[in-house]
């Protein structure tokens, strides 16, 4: 199913970027499409330099606060993916740069694919918080008392056997 997905938008995009540029070439002229994409890219790569600039320096903030840089490093991942698209010539792609560049349509599809990837089951998640007195996992709370937080553990027997010579980690004085 992904693989006829990916085939259809690798082969799809492309086909369509070719038609829609073929199109608006003969309505304003090759010149004038060329420079229009020329334009966007341009256009593109300042606004997405401002908004990076930007995007890291809230990052210097949070770390400076102690706390995790998230929503920093989830805008910038959403950053990267709208300058691959505003420098790959073409109208459609160039759209779709400029929708990443706009903060709320990133949270939007960030939120989206969040929820995507907690329904699927196969992704868990651990969040703590310092100062607080829940920890989560899942959906499960941990609560805490006095600095300690209960859990269980198993200690799982190492086969023994003579060491690996090759290993990095073998004493070379005591072989």
Known sequence: MYF????????????????????IGGEIGVVATIALVFLTAVLGVFMLQHQGV???????????????????????IF????????LTPGFITDALGFLLLIAPVRLFIARYLWSLATKSGSFTY??????????????AALT???????????VEDIPSGPPNPASPWRNKKNP
């Open 79 to 86: 950053l990267m993916i709208a300058g691959a698209f505003l």
């Open 4 to 23: 006829f997905l990916a085939l259809a938008v690798l082969i799809g995009v492309p086909a369509a970027e070719i038609a829609l540029l073929i199109k």
């Open 144 to 154: 805490r008392e006095d600095g300690f937080i209960e859990g269980e553990f198993e």
């Open 126 to 139: 651990s969040h703590f918080e310092t100062g607080s007195a829940v920890y989560a996992h899942d959906d």
């Open 54 to 76: 930007r995007t890291f320096m809230q990052a210097q903030e949070a770390m400076a606060q102690n706390r995790l840089p998230v929503d920093s490093a989830i805008h910038g």
